[in-house]
C-alpha cells in the first residue's frame, strides 16, 4: 500500500472546513488544471485527469467534523482511497490531513507516486485558499 499525504492549518473552524469538504460538488475548486470534464453531486463526482484516466468517486463514510473518505464508484487504475482528516486546532482553526492510499505494483508506484504528491499538496494548497479568501 502507497500512502500519499499533505496537510495544511486553516483558519475556519472545524465545522465550516467539514461542511465544505463532505459536498462533493465543492471538490472542483480543489483541482489542479488537468482535470476537465467534470460532473459532480454531493455524494459522486466523475472527472478526467488529463492524458491519465477517467474516475469516478463517491463517498463511502462521513463522521462529522472529523473525517470523509471517498473510493472509486466504477473501475479505477488501481484500487485507491482518498481521505479527508480534520481535527480542531482551537480558536477557530482547523488541521486538515488529506490521504491517499493506493494499490501500487513497483511500477505503477515509479508512475504515479510523483504526480499524485503533486495532486495531495495542490489540493490541500487550494482548500486553504478557498476556505481563507
Known amino acids: 500500500m502507497t500512502i500519499i499525504e499533505s496537510s495544511v492549518s486553516i483558519e475556519k473552524p472545524v465545522g465550516t472546513v467539514y461542511a465544505f469538504l463532505s459536498d462533493l460538488n465543492n471538490h472542483q475548486q480543489l483541482m489542479p ?7 459532480s453531486t454531493q455524494d459522486e463526482a466523475r472527472f478526467t485527469i488529463q492524458n ?3 474516475l469516478a468517486l463517491k463517498i463511502s463514510s462521513r463522521k462529522k467534523d472529523e473525517e470523509i473518505i471517498a473510493v472509486p464508484s466504477e ?4 484500487p485507491l482511497e482518498l ?3 480534520l481535527s480542531d486546532q482551537g480558536g ?3 488541521k486538515a490531513l488529506y490521504t491517499i492510499s ?3 505494483n513497483m511500477m505503477m ?5 510523483g504526480p499524485l504528491q503533486k495532486l495531495v499538496d495542490h489540493q490541500t494548497a487550494a482548500l486553504k485558499k ?3 479568501t
Open 75 to 78: 473501475e479505477a487504475p488501481f
Open 83 to 85: 481521505k479527508w482528516s
Open 33 to 39: 488544471e488537468n482535470i476537465y470534464n467534470w460532473s
Open 102 to 104: 493506493a494499490e501500487l
Open 92 to 94: 477557530g482553526k482547523t
Open 130 to 132: 478557498a476556505m481563507e
Open 52 to 54: 491519465m484516466a477517467k
Open 109 to 113: 508506484k515509479m508512475l504515479a507516486a
